[in-house]
């Protein structure tokens, strides 16, 4: 009997589930997701995708090949799309919310695609735009400038140049062109946009890293060009061993939630933002403190925008003064508005304490859920949806795992209207947060006593696997 009961539990759930999954074949290879208004989007090798957000019903598809990036303007009620153009070459350009073109396109440039960039939409001088993160941009207009954040105006999708609305754009020291940053993920918080990333050396991992810019104070004077963007390493401890390489983060409650793994297991840190800026000024001060055997000299970034211009500052520890009253806002702590013509590449990392550790998983993505800053989402590289109640600070327990049907491998994982979005490289799933089968107290009016017992019973068992 017992072995019946899930059984049919199993052909419940999967009837049920199979009504929430959209093949994605149409799209093609390394897909990318986007979830807006009533409607979701899929992109990939082959197309763009529109799908009715509720009923997963395609609306429309369009051939374009290699969409990396779709984003919307929410002012313009318009879609962002970047996609490849061949031989290395990539564009972004304008799209109605019916995938019809607008003649607005961005200037080309070419992109490391064997990475997958990052792409942030945020408000950047005053303007909505696009930050644009891959361990390689270059741009066609300025070709000796090989990038790895590159900026857009969403308006017009011109690259922001050096002049009055100058944001920022970030470039690789060129006589250390093996070493690669790859992009993770990325968030505007209050005034400033920042970037999760890990280092590599001669595709040798070597450290994570949190960097940050600010989002407006970006302007070319008769002072300079006035940068912000500096980081600093990350370390998340657990049990004598320091997970040191990051799978994603986001921002949730006041506090930056981050996944590291090493090769078996994963973790989950939070880091209190205060706490971050208040490390981030330390490690600046430390960085340009005066009478140094060896100068300040950054491993990977050169120096922006004009390789002419020197730091001719440094800071005296004693009292926290500059020896150049020019530059002396840089020992502030939001660091915006420096004339520096220098990215601060902090070495003494931040390590903090795992509130939640998985054994033979790997945790590859994290999402919140809308308006609830005590539940974290979390999928792994097993095709486990795991819920997560942060009962404080320090502690995360789960509530429910859930093992998605078909491909485990999991591209990305979103969440809107209490609705997660799973996108893996063969489907789109839905699951709803509020779900019986993804509640284990069974308090949704919806499914009967009956069949939410047989429910709960074979999520159980399936728990009980993992135990």
């Given at each position: 009997m017992k072995s019946e009961i899930y059984i049919f539990a199993w052909l419940f759930i999967s009837i049920t589930f199979s009504r929430n999954v959209y093949d994605i074949h149409k799209v093609g290879h390394r897909?990318?997701?986007?979830?807006?208004?009533?409607?979701?989007?899929?992109?990939?090798e082959l197309g763009l995708v529109k799908l009715d957000k509720k009923s997963f019903e395609e609306l429309k598809f369009i051939s374009v090949q290699n969409v990396w990036a779709v984003l919307v303007d929410?002012?313009?009620n318009l879609l962002i799309v970047c996609s490849s153009l061949g031989d290395g070459k990539s564009q972004c350009h304008k799209m109605t919310l019916n995938l019809k073109e607008k003649d607005i396109t961005s200037e080309q440039f070419m992109i490391d695609l064997n990475t997958p960039p990052l792409s942030i939409k945020c408000r950047l001088s005053d303007e909505i735009g696009i930050v644009i993160a891959a361990p390689y941009i270059k741009s066609f207009t300025n070709r000796k400038d090989s990038k790895?954040?590159?900026?857009?105006?969403i308006r017009s999708l011109d690259e922001f140049m050096y002049s009055s609305n100058t944001v920022y754009q970030l470039g690789y020291n060129e006589n250390l062109n093996r070493s690669q940053m790859t992009y993770i993920a990325g968030f505007e918080h209050e005034q400033f946009v920042y970037f999760l990333y890990n280092v590599y050396l001669n595709d040798k991992f070597i450290e994570a890293k949190l960097g940050?810019?600010?989002?407006?104070?970006?302007?070319?004077?008769?002072?300079?060009?006035?940068t912000s963007y500096e980081d600093i390493p990350l370390v998340c401890y657990h049990e004598h061993v320091n997970y040191t390489k990051?799978?994603?983060?986001?921002?949730?409650?006041?506090?930056?939630?981050?996944?590291f793994s090493n090769m078996e297991s994963s973790v989950i840190c939070s880091f209190s933002i205060k706490e971050l800026a208040k490390r981030f000024l330390d490690s600046r001060i430390n960085i340009l403190r005066c009478n140094q055997k060896t100068g300040w000299k950054n491993r990977s970034f050169k120096p922006d925008p004009f390789s002419a211009w020197q730091p001719k500052t440094c800071i005296h520890l004693n009292n926290n003064t500059c020896?150049?009253?020019?530059v002396c806002?840089?020992?502030?702590?939001?660091?915006?508005?420096?004339?520096?013509?220098?990215?601060?590449?902090?070495?003494?990392?931040?390590?903090?304490?795992?509130?939640?550790k998985t054994t033979r998983r790997v945790l590859r993505h994290l999402t919140k859920v809308d308006s609830n800053d005590r539940v974290l989402i979390a999928a792994t590289n097993s095709g486990h949806i795991i819920k997560l109640n942060i009962s404080s600070s320090y502690s995360y327990t789960v509530d429910v795992e859930y093992e998605i049907t078909g491909s485990h491998n999991i591209v990305d994982l979103q969440t809107r209207n209490r609705t997660i979005y799973i996108l893996t490289d063969t489907e789109l799933q839905r699951l709803d947060v509020d779900d019986w089968f993804f509640d284990n107290d069974c308090s949704i009016p919806e499914p009967s006593i009956y069949i939410c017992t047989i429910a709960l019973l074979y999520i159980r068992s399936v728990l009980g696997e993992f135990v």
């Open positions: 897909p990318v997701l986007s979830v807006e208004g009533d409607n979701v989007y899929v992109g990939g929410d002012d313009a790895t954040i590159y900026s857009l105006q940050k810019m600010c989002a407006s104070h970006h302007t070319y004077s008769s002072t300079g060009f006035r990051i799978e994603d983060g986001l921002v949730l409650n006041g506090k930056m939630v981050a996944a020896a150049e009253s020019m806002n840089v020992i502030k702590g939001d660091f915006c508005n420096t004339v520096l013509y220098y990215t601060i590449e902090g070495v003494d990392p931040i390590v903090s304490s795992a509130v939640y």
